[in-house]
T-cell receptor, first 116, second 115 residues
Framework: AQTVTQSQPEMSVQEAETVTLSCTYD???????LFWYKQPPSRQMILVIR??????QNATENRFSVNFQKAAKSFSLKISDSQLGDAAMYFCAYRSGGNSGYALNFGKGTSLLVTP | SAVISQKPSRDICQRGTSLTIQCQVDSQVTMMFWYRQQPGQSLTLIAT?????????ESGFVIDKFPISRPNLTFSTLTVSNMSPEDSSIYLC????????????FGEGSRLTVL
């Protein structure tokens, strides 16, 4: 089974600053998806950003961008201009590729604190 | 994105009882998944629920303890049977609308506390 590792249990960033959350994964597959999800205290899991493994270009969504290093099996999330509303648990997740109904495999999460 | 409603949002249950969690999606979806999130932990997949067939359970989860129904393409239930305090967790329903994007949409979760 593919494993997803988030080595930072907690991170802290000042408002308006930039923070990078780390994620590595282990797989022998060539076709897969990677995701970052955000879980605020309300418990709702919210998709932040998605990356298809076949795409070399790093995904971006407004203030959120990823650094996808396929050979190194690394998938970090950069949050620019951090806002108080970014405070949450962030989970990195892996999904096998193809059109089958594969579930997501999650890392242990990183708790992000945003200070004024 | 799909909107997923879960009921109940939270409940306090007595040891030995069973509780059924309902998950309603606002549109037809191919795959639904049930996850468990123990306090302060990550999400662990319980089972995959396909419409019209038996659910597929992950290692460590069995049908007798977590029976699942999937009667149509917008609805699923998860029952937590014969509960013990170790079953105190958040149970999350999720759905995949498009297989080629891979992403899952999640309900807000059901927080169960077993006394």
């Amino acid at each position: 089974a593919q494993t997803v590792t988030q080595s930072q249990p907690e991170m802290s960033v000042q408002e308006a600053e930039t923070v990078t959350l780390s994620c590595t994964y282990d797989t022998s597959e060539s076709d897969y998806y990677l995701f970052w999800y955000k879980q605020p205290p309300s418990r709702q899991m919210i998709l932040v950003i998605r990356q298809e493994a076949y795409k070399q270009q790093n995904a971006t969504e407004n203030r959120f961008s990823v650094n996808f290093q396929k050979a190194a099996k690394s998938f970090s999330l950069k949050i620019s201009d951090s806002q108080l509303g970014d405070a949450a648990m962030y989970f990195c997740a892996y999904r096998s590729g193809g059109n089958s109904g594969y579930a997501l495999n999650f890392g242990k999460g990183t708790s992000l604190l945003v200070t004024p | 994105s799909a909107v997923i409603s879960q009921k109940p949002s939270r409940d306090i249950c007595q040891r030995g009882t069973s509780l059924t969690i309902q998950c309603q999606v606002d549109s037809q979806v191919t795959m639904m998944f049930w996850y468990r999130q123990q306090p302060g932990q990550s999400l662990t997949l319980i089972a995959t629920a396909n419409q019209g067939s038996e659910a597929t359970y992950e290692s460590g989860f069995v049908i007798d303890k977590f029976p699942i129904s999937r009667p149509n393409l917008t609805f699923s239930t998860l029952t937590v049977s014969n509960m013990s305090p170790e079953d105190s967790s958040i149970y999350l329903c999720s759905a995949q609308r498009f297989a080629n994007t891979g992403e899952l949409f999640f309900g807000e979760g059901s927080r169960l506390t077993v006394l």
